[in-house]
């Protein structure tokens, strides 16, 4: 009775404030509301809920790129982006609903132990993970953790249960996946993503490339939807002459930030290539467009992403975040990066690469119509650039669909693949180690059989998926290339699954033609 009291005088307070005065303001109002809505709703109102879905619909009424994440949702944003995480340190699969690990990461906390690729993680404290049908995400979560946590592993090796204690350590991720010679003279990177270590890893790389001979660098960014701004000036910054402008911001309620080279010279002087396609975003396109407004690099491939704006994090206290966009990138020439869209219209805004394939634009140049009032030129050989979303490249690559199948599609949905190549890892690991000790022995010397072919072909039937030799016919390049992928993975290093499948890539082959117009070099 007393809060219903309590309650009525609340209401007869805000009615008579209101009544009062003309104008509330939108903080006060937003304030109000809430509390009203906790203390008149019919039922049980969890206040942080009403709230956290206040701020989410606020949000949808700007741009497409700001936002709101919970604690957990900002923990695993910033993962990947700073570097590390705390685990066991291992690379893992699942094959047959068990954890099965392909690599173990050098000098961590599970190679430490003895745990080796191969084992097959079953248990962890007291989860059964074996037979649980878990997601990824689910398996992550028990075994990661606290740095100098520890975890009891029941793992299963050649049908014996051995039991590992695992005190687990920060563990890097690496950003970039992809570091070899393509030929004598051309050297390849692919970088993932733009993280805290980027540069550092790109550094590494390129030094690595030059001992083996490097005069010419194709530096793949297809798929890299961005990150850190610093990591993209940085890594730009290596192939730019001190006082070089790399991006500069520019917002109605921030002053303008310029970007310029600060190194004294040159990481690397050979002829680059940058490869990329409509995935490769923000600080993709940062790099590609600084390269190419400062004609220091072919871009090779389709029109990037064009996200352009630039989100200031404004954490909560409990964790939670809102990513607010502030201002946005130019290139050097002066061109925005970012698309077209409406405020509020999120839901088209996402709809973009399906309106690009529907125009035909991933199969055509000439589909893409330009805006001549975002005409602009290059800052030293005068070239010809468009603004108005993303990056055009300089030599535009069509999508592929050569190898295209419905059997491929239904073997990639099945898991065959990844699942037959475990399994053969796993029956011959020994003998392809002592044989092919080396990724280059391997890619040298190793092919994939029709024998193998086959063995693929009979586990898609056991899994449904029916015979056609008609298609398969059509599919087999791609399908060698992707097993040779998963073999040199669980062999050698992650990386060197895109050197067995890079030849397939026709923005790769382009990249080569133009870092080697003779044939013969």
Same mark, same amino acid.
């Given at each position: 009775?007393?809060?219903?009291?309590?309650?009525?005088?609340?209401?007869?307070?805000?009615?008579?404030t209101f009544?009062?005065?003309?104008?509330?303001?939108?903080?006060?109002?937003?304030?109000?509301?809430?509390?009203?809505?906790?203390?008149?709703?019919?039922?049980?109102?969890?206040?942080?809920?009403?709230?956290?879905?206040?701020?989410?619909?606020m949000?949808?009424?700007?741009?497409?790129?700001?936002?709101?994440?919970t604690?957990?949702?900002t923990?695993?944003?910033?993962?990947?982006?700073?570097g590390?995480?705390?685990?066991?340190?291992?690379q893992?699969?699942?094959?047959?609903?068990?954890?099965?690990?392909?690599?173990?990461?050098?000098?961590?906390?599970?190679?430490?132990?003895?745990?080796?690729?191969?084992?097959?993680?079953?248990?962890?404290d007291?989860?059964?993970?074996a037979?649980?049908?878990?997601?990824?995400?689910?398996?992550?979560?028990?075994?990661?953790?606290?740095?100098?946590s520890?975890?009891?592993?029941?793992?299963?090796?050649?049908g014996?249960?051995?039991?590992?204690?695992?005190?687990?350590?920060?563990?890097?991720?690496?950003?970039?996946?992809?570091?070899y010679?393509?030929?004598?003279?051309?050297?390849?990177?692919?970088?993932?993503?733009?993280?805290?270590?980027?540069?550092?890893?790109?550094?590494?790389?390129?030094?690595?490339?030059?001992?083996?001979?490097?005069?010419?660098?194709?530096?793949?960014?297809e798929?890299?939807?961005?990150?850190?701004?610093?990591?993209?000036?940085?890594?730009?910054?290596?192939f730019?002459?001190?006082?070089d402008l790399?991006?500069?911001?520019?917002?109605?309620?921030?002053?303008p930030?310029?970007?310029?080279?600060?190194?004294?010279?040159?990481?690397?002087?050979?002829?680059?290539?940058?490869?990329?396609?409509?995935?490769?975003?923000?600080?993709?396109?940062?790099?590609?467009?600084?390269?190419?407004?400062?004609?220091?690099?072919?871009?090779?491939?389709?029109?990037?992403?064009?996200?352009?704006?630039?989100?200031?994090?404004?954490?909560?206290p409990?964790?939670?975040?809102?990513?607010?966009?502030?201002?946005?990138?130019?290139?050097?020439?002066?061109?925005?990066?970012q698309?077209?869209?409406?405020?509020?219209k999120?839901?088209?805004?996402?709809?973009?690469m399906?309106?690009?394939?529907?125009s035909?634009?991933?199969?055509?140049?000439?589909?893409?119509?330009?805006?001549?009032?975002?005409?602009?030129?290059?800052?030293?050989?005068?070239?010809?650039?468009?603004?108005?979303?993303?990056?055009m490249?300089?030599?535009?690559?069509?999508i592929?669909?050569?190898?295209?199948?419905?059997?491929?599609?239904?073997?990639?949905?099945?898991? +065959?693949?990844? &699942?037959?190549? !475990? $399994?053969? #890892?796993?029956?011959?690991?020994? =003998?392809?180690?002592?044989?092919? /000790?080396?990724?280059?022995?391997f890619?040298e010397?190793?092919?994939?059989t029709?024998?193998?072919?086959?063995?693929?072909?009979?586990?898609?039937?056991?899994?449904?998926?029916?015979?056609?030799?008609?298609?398969?016919?059509?599919?087999?390049?791609?399908?060698?290339?992707?097993?040779?992928?998963?073999?040199?993975?669980?062999?050698?290093?992650?990386?060197?699954? +895109?050197?067995? &499948?890079?030849p !397939? $890539?026709? #923005?790769?082959r382009?990249?080569i =033609?133009?870092?080697?117009?003779? /044939?013969?070099?």
């Amino acid at each position: 009775m007393y809060r219903f009291l309590t309650a009525l005088l609340l209401l007869a307070s805000y009615t008579a404030t209101f009544a009062q005065i003309d104008e509330i303001s939108p903080a006060r109002k937003l304030g109000v509301a809430e509390a009203i809505i906790e203390n008149y709703y019919v039922e049980d109102v969890n206040a942080d809920s009403v709230v956290t879905e206040g701020i989410i619909a606020m949000l949808k009424t700007l741009d497409p790129h700001s936002s709101y994440s919970t604690p957990a949702e900002t923990k695993e944003l910033n993962e990947p982006l700073e570097g590390k995480f705390s685990g066991i340190g291992v690379q893992f699969n699942m094959s047959t609903d068990t954890v099965y690990v392909i690599q173990t990461v050098s000098g961590g906390p599970s190679e430490k132990v003895g745990i080796r690729p191969g084992d097959r993680i079953i248990s962890a404290d007291d989860s059964v993970i074996a037979g649980k049908k878990l997601p990824n995400s689910a398996i992550l979560k028990i075994l990661r953790g606290p740095k100098d946590s520890k975890v009891k592993l029941g793992v299963l090796r050649n049908g014996e249960q051995i039991d590992f204690i695992v005190t687990r350590d920060d563990i890097p991720i690496n950003s970039v996946d992809g570091v070899y010679m393509v030929n004598p003279t051309i050297g390849y990177i692919r970088l993932t993503r733009f993280a805290e270590s980027s540069a550092e890893e790109i550094a590494d790389a390129i030094a690595k490339l030059k001992k083996q001979g490097m005069e010419k660098l194709i530096l793949d960014l297809e798929d890299n939807g961005g990150g850190y701004l610093r990591a993209a000036h940085d890594i730009a910054s290596m192939f730019l002459n001190k006082g070089d402008l790399v991006v500069y911001t520019k917002g109605k309620n921030v002053d303008p930030v310029y970007y310029k080279v600060e190194n004294p010279t040159p990481l690397f002087d050979g002829p680059v290539v940058v490869m990329v396609n409509q995935y490769s975003a923000s600080a993709s396109e940062i790099v590609s467009g600084a390269l190419q407004d400062n004609d220091r690099a072919t871009i090779v491939g389709r029109r990037t992403f064009g996200k352009g704006l630039v989100q200031r994090p404004f954490p909560f206290p409990d964790g939670s975040m809102i990513r607010l966009t502030v201002a946005r990138y130019y290139t050097p020439s002066g061109r925005s990066i970012q698309k077209h869209y409406d405020k509020g219209k999120g839901e088209e805004y996402q709809l973009d690469m399906l309106t690009r394939y529907k125009s035909g634009e991933l199969w055509s140049a000439d589909s893409i119509h330009f805006d001549e009032s975002q005409k602009y030129t290059t800052l030293r050989e005068g070239r010809t650039i468009y603004g108005g979303g993303g990056i055009m490249p300089d030599e535009f690559v069509p999508i592929d669909t050569t190898y295209y199948s419905q059997y491929y599609r239904d073997l990639m949905a099945k898991g +065959v693949l990844p &699942t037959y190549t !475990l $399994n053969y #890892v796993d029956q011959h690991r020994a =003998e392809l180690k002592q044989k092919y /000790p080396t990724e280059d022995a391997f890619f040298e010397q190793f092919t994939v059989t029709p024998e193998m072919i086959q063995e693929v072909v009979a586990k898609a039937q056991a899994e449904g998926v029916e015979p056609n030799p008609e298609q398969l016919a059509i599919s087999q390049p791609v399908i060698e290339a992707i097993i040779m992928g998963y073999l040199t993975r669980d062999l050698f290093e992650d990386g060197s699954y +895109v050197r067995a &499948t890079n030849p !397939l $890539n026709p #923005v790769f082959r382009r990249a080569i =033609e133009v870092l080697s117009p003779d /044939p013969l070099k």
